[in-house]
Every structure is written in C-alpha cells, then in structure tokens.
C-alpha cells in the first residue's frame, strides 16, 4: 500500500534515506567501495579512456551528475547521451569506452538497442537497473542493482536518488582503481557518502516548510529554473519532475545562458527556481538570479545553511539545505525539488501517481 501516504509519490519521496543506504551499504567493505559481489573487475574502471552514459528520462539526468562527478574526480571525459538519439548521430565508441547504461524498470528499448550496439562495437558495459533481472541488466556485461525496491508512481523519484548513490560509488572504486586518492580523501568521500541518509532525513522533516515553498508556483503558467554546473543537473531533474506531475510549463535553464535567449520571457508572472549549492559558483549564480529579480521575477532559492546573503529583503523565498561537501549538494536538493513537484500536483488535485499520458515503462521507440 502507500504507506499512509495519498499517494505512492510521497511515500516514495519519503523512503530515499532508507534505500539509499540499502543501495549504498552491502557495496561498502572497510569503509571503501566494492563491487566484489557484482564482479566487477577493477580492470575496467581502470583502462577506459571515456565514457558513454546512455538513457533516457530521468537516468538520463542522473548520468549528468555522474558525468560532472567523473570529470571532475577522475579526469576522463563523459558522454552523456539520451538513448533515443544514440544511433542517430553515428555513435563512435569502441573497446575503449566503457559503457554505463542506467534504467529504472531495465526494459527501456531504445537504452537496451543502443546498449546492444556498444557492445557490437567492443565497450565493457555496466548497467544501473532497479529491477531485478530486466533485460537491460541480462544484456550488460555487469550490473549494479539500485535497492530502491518497486517504485510504483509513474514520476521516478528514489531510483533516482539511488542511482545518483551507485554513480558516487562508481566514481570511487574508479578513483581506488587508477590510484588517484589518497586513503584519506577516499575515506572522506565515502563518509560523507554514508552521511546522505541522515542528511536526506533532516529535509524530509521540513516537508511543510517546502510545501509552503510550492505555493509560490501553484498558480503560475510558466516556470523557470536556473543554476551552474551541478545545479544546472539536477534542475533538469527538478523541471521534468514538475512538468510531469503538475503540467506546469517548466525550462531549466543554466543560468549563464539565459542571457542568450529566454530572458525576456521572465516576467513578473514567471517564478523561477535557482540552486546555489556550490562554492565555485556561488557569485556568478547569485548574480545571474539578480538579473532576473530586476525583471520582477519572484526568487525560490536553495542554497546552503551558514551561506551569507546579503539584502535580506529581497529573499523572501528561501530554503536552506543542510550542508554536505559540495558533490554531494545534490542529494538534499534533488529531495526540496521533488517534493515542490508533488506538492503542486497534489495541491492542483491531480492524480499524483499517474500523469496523463505517461507509462512507467517505455517499450516502443
Ligand atoms: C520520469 C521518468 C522517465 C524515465 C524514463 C526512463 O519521471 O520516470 O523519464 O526515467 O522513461 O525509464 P527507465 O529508467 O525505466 O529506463
């Protein structure tokens, strides 16, 4: 059942701190990550000069936290490529790129052709798949199950969460593989890593406070969403998530690029959500979010707890994230904008679980 939830989003929401530690605990040993049980050969993680994420949706949105992740961490470069485009643009991938294919159900067809091709053409492949046995997962040389459990409502929200988990343990293990860190700094990193649950748990008690937040987008036509880097991922996330359960027009927008193009659009009717969640982009960010005050546009902003915001005024809408170490800065404010999602469906009376013209599993091209 729901659990006593409404509806199996909320629950769904509500069980993140749980099965992210169920996704991240049996792969850890001695405070490192491993995938012993999976098979998977350091080899691999090892040898791969690139990368190629395919899939769709949501996991699609996941592989660009991992991409940045990797880069960042490791220094390989990540293709993040959405599966029903993959064949369409003569994909180039060989024995030397390794292949992370990610789906919730594991029998999205265009993730599981485009995955048969990279393996036609010699890629190592290491699917992220919820369900246990898919085809995806069978048609993978290894695999990494999310424990996110079932996950009924139509809009993915714990697979998410759990594949953003298996994706940091990824990074890890590849980092452990190549020598890259130090003890120390892995140890850190997985840590902080264990931390998420606790951390995901203290934002699901403000579920009021982030109700409270929705109503400042119930009403509107059109919303916007703006942030860098890593916001800007997760902001794709936030938007879909919102688009698909509340029917709102939403654009994710990376805030460097509004001044090309869609700024004229935000008005005073045009809430826009802006995540400031990382050290190295605080001052572009929050200068980017002025200019579109200065257009009259009423602010939602996530930022992190202690950060100084000067013209307390101007803030009217702000939530404050419990802070973590930058990378992991997703976690906690994947959680607000889903629950800002949900909170406008519900509020809007729609059917949360089952948004009109959406199917849980995509088996047609
Ligand atoms: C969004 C959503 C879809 C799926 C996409 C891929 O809430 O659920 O975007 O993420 O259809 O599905 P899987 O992960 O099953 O391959």
Redesign the pocket.
Known sequence: GKGGYPFYMEKEIMEQPQVIAETILPRIKDGKPDFSEEGIPDQILKDCKRICVI?????MHAGLVGKSLIQAMIGIHVDVVMASEFMYNDPVVNKDTLVIA???????ID?LEALKFARKCGSPSISVVNVKGASIARASEYVIYTNAGPEIA???TK?YTTQLAVLYLITARMAMARGLWEEERLLSFMNELQRVPQVMAKVLDTKEEIHRLAGVILNAQDVFMIGRGLDYSILLEGS??LK?VSYIHSEAYASGELKHGTIALITEDTPVVAVVTQDKLKSKEISNIREVQSRGARVVLLIKENETLDEGEQWSCVYRLPKMDDPFMVMPASIVLQLIAYFVSLDKGLDVDKPRNLAK??TVE
């Open positions: 899939a769709c949706g949501t996991a990610i789906s919730q159900s594991g029998e999205t993730t139509v809009a993915s697979a879909l998530k698909e599993v995509v």
